[in-house]
């Protein structure tokens, strides 16, 4: 399935919806949950991201930002997710705040699979259907149901 991120988040975390005052505090809060499950520091992933969201936005429109960084301590692609109950400044192009925002992590060795990986989560979010389904979701199983609809089914089978 085109939206099914099971791959990336099997691994990886899907927070509830939550509220946040800045770019910086959702992306803090989303390390630390990430590093926590792969017991790296969440401060190491923090300034990773950071560093990177000083090149450029990594907001891609629509209220969705896909922070992005290489971690050494991974060995494969990982993703972590949050909605935010309203969005925070992520200076998209479009002018509009974020409240999708995915943040993906990829080992240093993973060229390829980063940039497959991107592509996958960038996909994803182009679909309107999605975005408004995830914004319409109550709580993290609603998010984990839209997002991992193939996770799901393995495990109601």
Known sequence: MANDLTSLLAEGV???PQSSESRKQILSTLADAIGAKHGIDGRDIFDAVIER??????SVGEGVA????????????????V?????????????????LIFMLLAP?????DHLRALAQVSRAFRNADLRTALRAATDQDDLLALLCPQAMAESAA
Do not use: K
């Open 53 to 58: 969201e000083n090149l450029g936005s990594t």
């Open 108 to 112: 240093n060795a993973a060229g390829a």
């Open 83 to 99: 909605r935010l109950h309203e969005g925070v400044d992520f200076d998209a192009i479009d002018g509009r705040p974020c409240d």
């Open 66 to 81: 896909i922070p992005h960084a290489r971690i050494p301590q991974l060995s494969a692609p990982v993703g972590a997710f």
């Open 14 to 16: 899907i927070l509830g």
